[in-house]
C-alpha cells in the first residue's frame, strides 16, 4: 500500500498530469494504477512534449503521411490512440468504482476557447471517436466554455472543466455543471453516467501574485494565495453540493463535480516540492500531479486531511491582498488569457513539429 492509496482512503484521487506513447507501451502506466494512480489528464502542452520530444511517433506519422493525412489529422490520430489505450488500461479502475476514477483527459481544440458552438461540436466529436465511458473532454471556463459546460453535461458527455483560476470561474463552472444535470435528468438521461471534475489551477497563482508582493516589499504572504484560494473554492464546493437542489440530483445518484487541483508542481525552488499536494488533502477532491511531484509525494509526503485548516485564515489572506492594492481578479483573469494562449501556441509549435519531421 502506498501514499496514494492512503489518500484515496482519505477521499482524494491523485491523476498524473502526463502521457506518452511509452508510459502506455512499456507497461508504467499499468504499473502506476497498480500503485495508487486513479487517472490521467492531458492537455497541448503535454502532447507537444510527447509527441515532438520523442521519436517514439515517428513511424506512425510517417504511414498517415503517407496514407495522404492532413497535419492536424496525423496529430488528432496520434493522440486519439493514446488516449484510447490509456482510458483501457484505466477501464478496470472505472468499473470497479462504478465510475467514480478511471478517467483520461482529452482537450478540445485549444483554438475554441472561445468558440461555443465549435467547442461544442469538437467535443461530441471527440468523444464519439473514442467511444469510451471513462473519458473527459477538456473545456477551459472561458466566457464560451461555460455554456459549452452546461450543454455537454446535458447530453451526457463528462467534462473536464480546465482552466479555472479564480472562485468567479469556478462558481461558473460549478453553476454551468448543476444546469447541465437538471437538462440530463430533464430529458430521463442517466445522471449516475456522467461525471465533471474543476480544473482549479494552482501554482500560476503564486508566482503571479508574489512578483506582486515582492513589489511591495512583503514576504509574510509569499505562496500563501494559491492554497487560500483553493480552500474557499473547497468551502464553496461543499455549499453547492449540498442543500435541496443537490438532494434532488443526488436521488437520481449523480455524481458531484469534484474540485481537481491541477498545475501542482512547485515552481518556486524555496517551496517545498510537495507544497500543493499536502496542504490540499481532503475528501471529494482531485490532485493531478506530474510524475516527478508524485515520487516527491510518495518519498516525504504527509497523508493527512488539511483542506479544512485555517480557512479562516484563507480569507484573511485574500483580503490582505486587496488592502496591499493587489487585484486578484485582475491577476486571475490574466491566468486564464495566458493559459489559453500557452495551448494555442503549445499546439500550433506541436503541428510545425509534426510538419518538419514529414519533409525531414
Known amino acids: ?34 500503485e495508487g494512480i486513479r487517472g490521467l489528464t492531458s492537455n497541448p502542452t503535454i502532447f507537444e512534449k510527447a509527441i515532438a520530444g520523442s ?22 490520430a496520434l493522440a486519439l490512440k ?19 476514477d478511471g478517467y483520461v483527459s482529452l482537450e478540445v481544440s485549444p483554438t475554441l476557447a472561445h468558440d461555443t458552438a465549435g467547442t461544442i461540436t469538437d467535443a461530441r466529436r471527440l468523444y464519439k471517436i473514442l467511444g469510451r465511458p471513462n473519458v473527459m473532454i477538456k473545456v477551459p471556463a472561458t466566457l464560451e466554455g461555460i455554456p459549452a459546460i452546461e450543454t455537454l453535461i446535458g447530453e451526457g458527455i463528462n467534462v473536464n472543466a480546465t482552466l479555472i483560476f479564480s472562485l468567479t470561474h469556478y462558481q ?29 489551477f494552482i501554482s500560476r497563482i503564486d508566482t503571479a501574485v508574489d512578483k506582486e508582493l515582492d513589489k511591495r516589499n512583503v514576504s509574510d504572504l509569499q505562496g500563501k494565495t494559491a492554497i487560500a484560494s483553493a ?27 469534484r474540485p481537481l487541483w491541477a498545475s501542482t508542481g512547485t515552481k518556486n525552488p ?22 516527478a511531484t508524485m515520487e516527491a509525494f510518495l518519498d516525504h509526503g504527509i497523508v ?41 501556441e503549445s499546439f500550433n509549435t506541436l503541428l510545425s513539429s509534426i510538419a518538419k519531421k514529414q519533409v525531414s
Open 172 to 200: 461558473a463552472v460549478a453553476g454551468a455543471y448543476l444546469n447541465g444535470l437538471e437538462k440530463l435528468a430533464a430529458t430521463s438521461g442517466d445522471l449516475s453516467r456522467v461525471a465533471s471534475v474543476a480544473s482549479f
Open 304 to 344: 493527512t486531511s488539511t483542506i479544512d485548516n485555517y480557512l479562516e485564515d484563507a480569507y484573511t489572506q485574500l483580503i490582505q491582498l486587496d488592502e496591499l492594492g493587489i487585484n486578484l481578479d485582475s491577476i486571475t483573469q490574466k491566468l486564464q488569457d495566458d493559459g489559453v494562449a500557452s495551448f494555442a
Open 231 to 257: 480552500k474557499i473554492a473547497y468551502g464553496h464546493f461543499q455549499e453547492n453540493f449540498h442543500g435541496k437542489r443537490w438532494a434532488e440530483l443526488a436521488l437520481k445518484k449523480a455524481w458531484a463535480q
Open 270 to 291: 524555496l517551496y517545498s516540492d510537495t507544497l500543493y499536494l499536502d496542504s490540499l488533502i481532503g475528501s471529494d477532491t482531485v490532485n493531478t500531479v506530474p510524475l
Open 55 to 76: 521519436s517514439d511517433y515517428d513511424r506512425e506519422m510517417a504511414r498517415l503521411a503517407g496514407e495522404g493525412k492532413s497535419v492536424e489529422e496525423i496529430y488528432e
Open 82 to 100: 493514446d488516449i484510447g489505450d490509456a482510458a483501457d488500461i484505466l477501464r478496470p479502475l472505472y468499473d470497479r468504482t462504478n465510475g467514480e
Open 1 to 34: 500500500m502506498t501514499k496514494l492509496h492512503e489518500l484515496s482512503d482519505l477521499g482524494q484521487a491523485v491523476w498524473i498530469d502526463y502521457i506518452s506513447r511509452s508510459l502506455i507501451t512499456t507497461g508504467r502506466l499499468t504499473e502506476l494504477v497498480d
